[in-house]
C-alpha cells in the first residue's frame, strides 16, 4: 500500500497564473492572424481543451498510478496534483473566454445546449474546486466535504471528456485523446478494484 502522501498546493494563485499563461499562449498561437474567423477561435477552443484534459491527468492518474509505482516521480506528482489542478482551471477560464467569443459569431454549427450548459457547470464546479483547494475555504468546510466535492467534480470531469472524445465527435475523430482517456480511466479502476479486493480481504488475528 502506498504512503498516504496529502497534496500540498503550494503557491495556489501561482499555478491559476501560470495555467492561464498557458491557455492565452496557446490561443495567440492559433489567433497570430489578424483577420481570424469563426474557425481559429473553434481551434482555438480544440487546443485549450485538450490542454485542459493533459492538465487534468495528473490529479486523475497520479495516486492510481502511485499505488503500483511509488517512487520519487509518482510521489512528487501525487504532492502536486492540486497544483496541476489549479492549473487546469486557469487554463479553463481561457477556454470559456473562447465559449464566449465564439457564440457571438456566426457559425454553420453553433454549439449545443448540451456543450453550453455543460461548459457553464463545468466552470461552476471547477471555481468550487478551486476554492476548496486553498487551506482557509477548506479548513473552513472541512476535510471530509472538501474530499467528498473534490472526488464529485473529479468523476464529472471524466464524463465530460468521455462525452468530448468519445460521444460528440464521429468514432475515432480524436483516437490518440480517447485512447489517452480509455487508458487513464482503465488505470483508476484498476487501482480501485485491487484496492477494494485487498479491504476485502479477511483480517488475520494473532
Known amino acids: 500500500m502506498w504512503q498516504n502522501t496529502m497534496s500540498v498546493t503550494r503557491y495556489p494563485w501561482l499555478s491559476l497564473a501560470l495555467g492561464a499563461v498557458i491557455g492565452l499562449v496557446a490561443t495567440g498561437s492559433t489567433l497570430f492572424n489578424p483577420n ?87 466552470m461552476f464546479y471547477l471555481a468550487i474546486m478551486a476554492t476548496l483547494t486553498f487551506q482557509a475555504p477548506a479548513r473552513l468546510v472541512g476535510r471530509k466535504i472538501t474530499g467528498w466535492v473534490h472526488r464529485y467534480i473529479l468523476y464529472y470531469l471524466i464524463f465530460v471528456f468521455m462525452y468530448d472524445f468519445l460521444l460528440k465527435e464521429p468514432w475515432g475523430t480524436y483516437p490518440l485523446f480517447a485512447a489517452i482517456w480509455i487508458t487513464a480511466v482503465g488505470i483508476r479502476f484498476v487501482a480501485w478494484m485491487r484496492g477494494f479486493l485487498v479491504r476485502a480481504q479477511p483480517q488475520s488475528s494473532n
Open 36 to 122: 481570424s474567423g469563426t474557425e481559429d477561435f473553434t481551434a482555438a477552443l480544440r487546443l485549450t481543451g485538450r490542454l485542459s484534459f493533459l492538465l487534468f491527468l495528473v490529479p486523475l492518474v497520479a495516486r492510481p498510478i502511485q499505488s503500483f509505482f511509488q517512487n520519487k516521480v509518482t510521489d512528487w506528482l501525487v504532492l502536486h496534483r492540486g497544483n496541476f489542478g489549479l492549473a487546469m482551471v486557469g487554463n479553463h477560464v481561457v477556454h470559456l473566454a473562447l465559449i464566449v467569443v465564439l457564440a457571438q459569431l456566426p457559425s454553420e454549427f453553433p454549439a449545443k445546449p448540451i456543450e453550453i450548459w455543460g461548459g457553464a457547470f463545468g
